[in-house]
């Protein structure tokens, strides 16, 4: 079966603490990867992506995820955390074979220390 | 422009009663969605849809059943409500095919559902 695995439940930082979240996959073949963000009492959105290219990928409010293929790996990243990044993140991945199916991660609960 | 909307946002039923949630897009979306959002366990897709008329099995169909008569529409039906099916529903959208857009979701804000 397909698997996405977000092995940090919950994260606690300090502001300016350099953040990595992990996601794997179970997948092989051509996948598509996502982190998506929740802020409390907001609905999901995209943060990044990766299609294909580099597999270091940039995406919004300086957060970057880098796409390891030997390590079925998709780890997000942030140099210096804010408060305003509390939230919940979610990784999810779809297969190139089968495009509409998105699978998510169970997420990761990031809560920033002022 | 209001993206994808979900009714009704908050729903307690009595084990036994049916209802539907209804999710609408206006951003012309081939693919649509039904997640459920529990503590721990993330998103969880219910059922999904890659066209208008189609409807398909996700990780946790059981207890749910869906229609996709308009390309705009996706709506997701309890026919007997149980307790384990309290949750957050969120229905997505997405533009679908293939390529750079495939994939990216939007996600209406929620519906939450208490089944006593």
């Known amino acids: 079966a397909q698997s996405v695995s977000q092995h940090n439940h919950h994260v606690i930082l300090s502001e300016a603490a350099s953040l990595e979240l992990g996601c794997n996959y179970s997948?092989?073949?051509?996948?598509?990867l996502f982190w998506y963000v929740q802020y409390p009492g907001q609905h999901l959105q995209l943060l990044l992506k990766y299609f294909s290219g580099d597999p270091l990928v940039k995406g919004i409010k300086g957060f970057e995820a880098e796409f390891i293929k030997s390590k079925f790996s998709f780890n997000l990243r942030k140099p210096s955390v804010q408060w305003s990044d509390t939230a919940e993140y979610f990784c999810?991945?779809?297969?190139?074979?089968?495009?509409?199916?998105?699978?998510f991660g169970s997420g990761t609960r990031l809560s920033i220390r002022p | 422009n209001a993206g994808v909307t979900q009714t009704p946002k908050f729903r307690v039923l009595k084990t036994g009663q049916s209802m539907t949630l209804l999710c609408a897009q206006d951003m012309n979306h081939e693919y649509m969605y039904w997640y459920r959002q529990d503590p721990g366990m993330g998103l969880r897709l219910i059922h999904y849809s890659v066209g208008e008329g189609t409807t398909a099995k996700g990780e946790v169909p059981d207890g749910y059943n869906v229609s996709r008569l308009k390309k705009q529409n996706f709506l997701l039906g309890l026919e007997s409500a149980a307790p384990s099916q309290t949750s957050v529903y969120f229905c997505?959208?997405?533009?679908?095919?293939?390529?750079?857009?495939?994939?990216?979701?939007?996600f209406g804000e929620g519906s939450r559902l208490t089944v006593l």
């Open positions: 999810a991945v779809n297969r190139y074979s089968s495009a509409s199916k998105i699978i």
């Open positions: 997505a959208s997405s533009y679908g095919g293939y390529g750079t857009k495939t994939g990216e979701l939007f």
């Open positions: 997948y092989g073949g051509t996948v598509n």
